[in-house]
Nanobody, 115 residues
Framework: QVQVVESGGGLVQPGGSLKLSCAFS????????MGWYRQHPGQQRLLVAD???????SYADSVKGRFTISRDKDKNTMFLQMNNLKPEYTAVYYC?????????WGQGTQVTVSS
């Protein structure tokens, strides 16, 4: 059974940093493209950043220069380092694992940027 589990969300002041983690289990991590999405209340879920098993990485324009996505193949874990956070980044952040014939979502972790 494949599972993706996020952790690391919380409350942070504007300008602060948080690091999200996504633990993947149940099948071969390297075959999945991994991504972070965020969802504001009443809005659709949008891609923040994604990474495949080699070197391809992409970011939404709104987070370029602030967020860094990475994955650790030995720990089957993906990370999102978020720096210089802004209040508009407040949202639920979701981990996504995608392959040709399957995809999985985590339960989400709340990130709140507020003073």
């Amino acid at each position: 059974q494949v599972q993706v589990v996020e952790s690391g969300g919380g409350l942070v002041q504007p300008g602060g940093s948080l690091k999200l983690s996504c633990a993947f289990s149940g099948t071969t991590f390297s075959t999945y493209r991994m991504g972070w999405y965020r969802q504001h209340p009443g809005q659709q879920r949008l891609l923040v950043a994604d990474i495949n098993s080699s070197v391809y990485i992409s970011y939404a324009d709104s987070v370029k220069g602030r967020f860094t996505i990475s994955r650790d193949k030995d720990k089957n874990t993906m990370f999102l380092q978020m720096n210089n956070l802004k209040p508009e980044y407040t949202a639920v952040y979701y981990c996504h694992a995608g392959a040709i014939n399957s995809q999985y979502w985590g339960q989400g972790t709340q990130v709140t940027v507020s003073s």
